[in-house]
């Protein structure tokens, strides 16, 4: 087993509920959630569509990033999410973070994800499920903020699991 951090997000339907069901689909699937971030509300970008809900997750995996990156696209499929190009709404976006300490690059995967050091709405929930140094980057997520804006990015009352 290792960890692996994916962050999730949605900004149509439902959105906590698109939220709730990524959770336990990818459990179903060998992904179980080990730790949940809060659930941060996110201005969208462009800025021509509805806010974001998102949130990151610590799974415990047997599955390889590979596989774990064709779950994440199954859930998504599942959850109603079709093609539809870049930054453009979505009922879910699953993105595979971190995966231990392995570094990925293939065409169909870079792990750590390229762009986590430029997205506040990342690295918001990032931080409370990794505190420390994050794997491979040698940086905590706190460390990154420092260089993005976080305006208009809100921690919310939505719960994705009890107790948390």
Same mark, same amino acid.
């Given at each position: 087993?290792?960890?692996?951090?994916?962050?999730?997000?949605?900004?149509?339907?439902?959105?906590?509920?698109?939220?709730?069901?990524?959770?336990?689909?990818?459990?179903?699937?060998?992904?179980?959630?080990?730790?949940?971030?809060?659930?941060?509300?996110?201005?969208?970008?462009?800025?021509?569509?509805?806010?974001?809900?998102?949130?990151? $997750?610590?799974?415990?995996?047997?599955?390889?990033?590979?596989?774990?990156?064709?779950?994440?696209?199954?859930?998504?499929?599942?959850?109603?999410?079709?093609?539809?190009? +870049?930054?453009?709404?979505?009922?879910?976006?699953?993105?595979?973070?971190?995966?231990?300490?392995?570094?990925?690059?293939?065409?169909?995967?870079?792990?750590?994800?390229?762009?986590?050091?430029?997205?506040?709405?990342?690295?918001?929930?990032?931080?409370?499920?990794?505190?420390?140094?994050?794997?491979?980057?040698?940086?905590?997520?706190?460390?990154?903020?420092?260089?993005?804006?976080?305006?208009? +990015?809100?921690?919310?009352? $939505?719960?994705?699991?009890?107790?948390?």
């Amino acid at each position: 087993m290792s960890e692996a951090i994916l962050a999730l997000g949605s900004n149509l339907g439902d959105r906590a509920a698109n939220l709730r069901a990524a959770l336990d689909l990818l459990a179903e699937r060998g992904a179980p959630a080990e730790r949940v971030s809060s659930v941060w509300e996110t201005p969208p970008v462009p800025a021509d569509q509805p806010r974001y809900l998102n949130a990151v $997750v610590a799974v415990e995996t047997e599955l390889s990033p590979e596989d774990l990156l064709a779950v994440a696209k199954e859930v998504e499929h599942l959850l109603g999410r079709r093609p539809s190009g +870049h930054w453009r709404p979505r009922p879910i976006d699953i993105d595979l973070l971190f995966c231990g300490e392995r570094e990925v690059a293939s065409e169909a995967l870079t792990v750590p994800h390229p762009r986590i050091a430029e997205r506040a709405f990342v690295l918001l929930p990032l931080a409370e499920v990794v505190e420390g140094t994050l794997p491979v980057l040698g940086r905590t997520a706190a460390d990154l903020l420092d260089g993005t804006d976080t305006g208009g +990015h809100e921690r919310t009352a $939505v719960r994705l699991r009890s107790g948390r």
